[in-house]
């Protein structure tokens, strides 16, 4: 079935074939009777790793495998998506090891972005917590772990798609007493002040920082950090502790419609910047909350990709180096100056990482939203430069528009990762609109390298 396709950011909009399965023999059919394909989940990805002329939806491949509630394994097919996972396991007293700011990705989407949280600096991204998969390669059905066809695994975790489609996971969960977030919030009167407060709670397993992208002088990015940790029983208050695992209410708010594009300009984002940052009335606040508003206050707010209008955003998330929060400086020095500050600018720390392609490494990462307009990607381009100045690279799960060269220059290990997509996907089988903008070589049909 032809239709348009588009991804969370609604840019780009592509033309395209849509199908799905829901057993392992439709997707082999599918397999072999198209000459290129992309597996899709829900479409929460920002920019196009999952569009494709021949797009294939895992969305009907669903079901839970196995889970066992003593030591917390989990196995499903990978189109089960996180706030699915949510509504067994936390009831049971488990959560996910790590989880982005979405709930409703797939599981398969998760590993293929290696997706990381607020708990990175702590406990990794999602591949540290894989035990094993399945992956439908251009080689077959081929299950990998970190023990078994490693190469498979690694290029899988965090490679877009491009080994194959996965089509089940087994992973280990997080062992939780409530279904709550003891958090604290801490207002920081400038950048220089919120990177010493990450260093000072880095004992926290959770942290972010909310930044404001457009103040100047001594109030340059000032910031919200917010950290917690998963509440025990008895830190609950006595209507808390009724039902502590509760599953929170679903989010019922909703944007109906795009926006038209003058609704987001500069003194729109100020002015929510500032409401913002007013909203803590103290310094220091801390409470208790479910774990909804502290992991996806988003996620209340049905469809709200729709108030960037028509035309669609960029979500933009670089990382630098631990060295080069010199570098982090700079980049919202020129955001600033070009005027163009971001509604949800998201600033976290990573821990150390050194997978094959996988987009963390220890150090800073910042995530903003950018409508699509005229000069945006001219504007980018030169971010791009800043980010690559400073040793770091962007977020292949949010890129939309990266140039080529701007990708091979920033992953140290693209070409070793180049060599095990063509062992398992020779000549290109599994194919997106980014991998081709990036221009990988998927070598040939025959290629045994």
């Not at 509760?246 to 500032?274: I, S």
């Not at 208790?288 to 669609?312: S, T």
């Not at 020779?426 to 040939?444: E, H």
Request: charged share 20%; glycine share 8%; proline share 4%.
């Amino acid at each position: 079935m032809r239709k348009q396709l588009s991804n969370w950011g609604n840019y780009p909009a592509l033309d395209c074939e849509e199908a799905a399965f829901s057993v392992d023999e439709q997707l082999q059919q599918y397999v072999d009777s198209h000459e290129h394909i992309i597996a899709r989940g829900n479409g929460r990805c920002y920019g196009d790793a999952s569009l494709g002329e021949h797009s294939i939806s895992t969305l009907r491949y669903d079901k839970v495998l196995a889970f066992d509630e003593a030591t917390g394994e989990f196995e499903c097919q990978s189109g089960i998506t996180l706030d699915q996972v949510l509504d067994i396991t936390v009831p049971k007293g488990w959560f996910l090891p790590v989880t982005p700011g979405t709930k409703f990705i797939t599981i398969g989407g998760a590993v293929a972005s290696d997706v990381h949280g607020k708990n990175h600096h702590a406990e990794g991204s999602f591949s540290n917590h894989i035990i094993s998969m399945q992956v439908l390669t251009g080689k077959g059905l081929l299950t990998c772990s970190p023990t078994q066809e490693t190469d498979l695994f690694w290029a899988t975790c965090g490679g877009m798609g491009l080994t194959g489609v996965i089509t089940t996971v087994k992973f280990r969960l997080k062992k939780i007493e409530t279904a709550y977030i003891k958090q604290k919030q801490i207002k920081a009167k400038n950048l220089d002040e919120v990177i010493r407060l990450f260093d000072e709670h880095k004992h926290y397993t959770y942290s972010m920082a909310w930044i404001d992208c457009l103040q100047k002088g001594d109030s340059f990015g000032r910031s919200i950090l917010i950290v917690g940790e998963h509440a025990k029983e008895n830190e609950l208050n006595d209507k808390q502790r009724q039902a502590p695992l509760t599953l929170p209410a679903k989010g019922k708010l909703t944007v109906p419609f795009n926006l038209p594009g003058f609704v987001l300009n500069n003194f729109t984002v100020k002015t929510f910047n500032a409401l913002y940052y007013a909203k803590n009335y103290k310094r220091v606040i801390e409470n208790v909350v479910p774990y909804e508003p502290f992991f996806y206050p988003l996620d209340a707010i049905h469809h709200w990709n729709r108030g960037y209008g028509k035309d669609g955003f960029v979500q933009y998330q670089f990382v630098l180096p631990l060295e080069h929060k010199d570098g982090l400086a700079a980049i919202l020095h020129r955001i600033g100056e070009k005027g163009w500050g971001s509604f949800l600018a998201v600033l976290k720390v990573f821990g150390h990482q050194d997978d094959l392609i996988s987009f963390p490494m220890e150090g800073y990462t910042l995530a903003l939203d950018f409508p699509v307009r005229k000069g945006l990607f001219p504007f980018l381009d030169e971010l791009d430069a800043l980010v690559l100045e400073y040793g770091g690279r962007l977020y292949l799960s949010k890129d939309a528009r990266m140039q080529q060269e701007v990708f091979w220059n920033s992953y140290p290990n693209a070409r070793k990762f180049e060599r095990i997509v063509q062992a398992y996907n020779p000549g290109g089988k599994f194919r997106s609109i980014q991998s081709d903008r990036l221009q990988f070589n998927y070598g040939s049909n025959n290629s045994n390298s």
